[in-house]
DNA sequence: GATTTACTAGAACGATATTCTATATTAGCA
DNA sequence: TGCTAATATAGAATATCGTTCTAGTAAATC
């Protein structure tokens, strides 16, 4: 299981392979939406975007790393759109409830996206796996930082540092799975006042 | 993909039978623990146990099936732990918090079962899907007649029902996740005072 | 005791992820 | 421009693993 090639692209060359690399990137997102992860087949993936295994493997390692730059695509989505929304926010309590609004708006937007970041069935390679939590850090580090100033004034409770995002987006997170599991039926979207109310509320300083 | 048989265990054979299967699920338990539900072979499993293929097929029909009776084990012990814990509780404020620090408490206790819970990539088999809709609806109606008394008299808010979970168990759930992958270091239990607060804050009726 | 049913065993099978070998294409450079 | 090394593609071969099949054993029932 050797790592794929990763090469500077230059010219022609590196256009086509971005190309292709992107080919069998959707080719994957559509086969993982239809069948899932576990039921789609390489195979399936290279009828789909009409390459070769061979192909797919020069580029991504395996299956795995097919469904890892996707994965870390998705992430990298949602995390830059809830920072863009986030500037523009002009109090803590819009900032909290934009967490929240941020993700029910994107989840609902791109439900495919959202299944394969909850799928949970992404087994990463461990350089993906690395890639990920740095994301992770990037972003966390980035919020808190929006957040920080508020917390010195006053504007917000002062809590363990690893409870605020479980408390801000774990019920909206929750209700997500529930709905892309179908075991709820409005969309995110619908509910995201109810959420987002409590997600201020958890870390409001009271009155 | 033929359905396990089940039949009426009688004397010996009975016993016997029972044995064996728990061996099984016993030894999938481990497996799955140690090295996750897709990368424990069904091999792996007989060699834990010390059963055949035939013998592992015969009563579960296949690997699916062995983590399905599993994982309905582990949501019968938590959802039977939280009801008997609840109906200790005298009040709403105490009803609240229990249902967080009781998950807390025995995702801690139990971090296999947790792992099992939470792993997602267990498909299920058509029947044992159903059979987890149907102890997941009983569950549920079980702890809302609980509650139900303290809503009419005005002592929760009534919020669209299908918010009530997420609010009251996303957070414990969501930092259970993270901790069950590494990414937070401190028990659920050790937190779980934060969280049963904010359960409460969510659905208590404001003063 | 005979017969049916439940259970166990392990070989055989089929699907699928991955590796291997060969070939073609492009970039870099003399 | 022609040569060489690096990249990319293709598809056959391989290995692993879930599942099925066939046969044999033990228990229950009559």
């Not at 080719?27 to 239809?34: D, M, R, S, V, Y």
């Not at 029910?104 to 970041?117: G, N, Y």
Request: glycine share 8%; with cysteine; aromatic share 10%.
């Amino acid at each position: 299981m050797t790592e794929p090639v990763e090469k500077s692209a230059s010219g022609r060359r590196g256009t086509a392979t971005a190309e292709r690399k992107q080919q069998i990137i959707a080719a994957a997102l559509k086969c993982f939406t239809e069948k899932g992860y576990e039921k789609t087949t390489v195979a399936d993936i290279c009828r789909e975007s009409g390459c070769s295994v061979g192909s797919l493997y020069h580029h991504f390692g395996n299956k795995e790393g097919v469904a890892g730059e996707l994965f870390i695509h998705a992430i990298e989505l949602l995390n830059a759109d809830l920072l863009r929304r986030l500037q523009r926010c002009r109090t803590v309590a819009s900032g909290v409830r934009m967490v929240v609004t941020q993700y029910s708006d994107w989840v609902t937007a791109h439900p495919d996206f959202a299944r394969l970041l909850h799928s949970g069935d992404v087994e990463f390679t461990e350089s993906a796996h690395l890639r990920l939590r740095e994301i992770y850090r990037g972003h966390i580090t980035a919020v808190f930082e929006w957040f920080h100033p508020y917390v010195v004034a006053g504007l917000m409770r002062v809590l363990p540092p690893e409870t605020y995002v479980p408390l801000i987006s774990g019920p909206i997170r929750d209700y997500t799975r529930q709905w892309l599991s179908g075991r709820v039926q409005k969309e995110p979207a619908q509910v995201q006042g109810v959420f987002a109310e409590a997600a201020w509320n958890a870390v409001k300083v009271e009155v």
